[in-house]
C-alpha cells in the first residue's frame, strides 16, 4: 500500500509557475513510478506526467509538454511538479499518483496508477 500526500497548488495568474510537490509513504517493483493526472470541471481525469525511479524516465501528456517538468528526490521519496507558462486551461484539480511505468516501443510508456492522492487545486487566472 501506497499512501500519497500532496502541497502546492492555488491562484497563479497566467504566464506564471507553480510548483507541486507529493511525498510517498512507500515503494514497490523494479519499475516503481510516480505521476500526475489532472481533470478540470466538467472534463475527464488527464495523464500529465510520470516518472519511473529506477532510471528517471519521464513521459508528459501532449498539452504540457514543453511547459511542466516532472522530477524526483529519492532521499525523500518526494516528485515535484514544476508547471512554467500556465494557461487558464491549466486549472483542475491535480492528482499525485504512483505505480508502474512500463516502456514500449518508439520511446512510449505505459503508466497504471493504482494509488491516487486526494488532490490540489490549481486554479490559473486569466
Known amino acids: 500500500q501506497v499512501q500519497l500526500v500532496e502541497s502546492g497548488g492555488g491562484l497563479v495568474q497566467a504566464g506564471g509557475s507553480m510548483r507541486l510537490s507529493c511525498v510517498a509513504s512507500?515503494?514497490?517493483?523494479?519499475?516503481?513510478?510516480m505521476g500526475w493526472f489532472r481533470q478540470a470541471p466538467g472534463k475527464g481525469r488527464e495523464f500529465v506526467a510520470s516518472?519511473?525511479?529506477?532510471?528517471?524516465?519521464?513521459d508528459y501528456g501532449d498539452s504540457v509538454k514543453g511547459r511542466f517538468n516532472i522530477s524526483r528526490d529519492n532521499a525523500e521519496n518526494t516528485v515535484y511538479l514544476q508547471m512554467n507558462s500556465l494557461k487558464p486551461e491549466d486549472t483542475a484539480v491535480y492528482y499525485c499518483?504512483?505505480?508502474?511505468?512500463?516502456?514500449?516501443?518508439?520511446?512510449?510508456?505505459?503508466?497504471?496508477?493504482?494509488?491516487w492522492g486526494q488532490g490540489t487545486q490549481v486554479t490559473v487566472s486569466s
Open positions: 512507500g515503494r514497490t517493483g523494479r519499475n516503481y513510478a
Open positions: 499518483t504512483a505505480g508502474n511505468m512500463i516502456s514500449r516501443s518508439n520511446n512510449l510508456y505505459d503508466y497504471s496508477a493504482p494509488y
Open positions: 516518472i519511473r525511479w529506477r532510471d528517471d524516465a519521464t
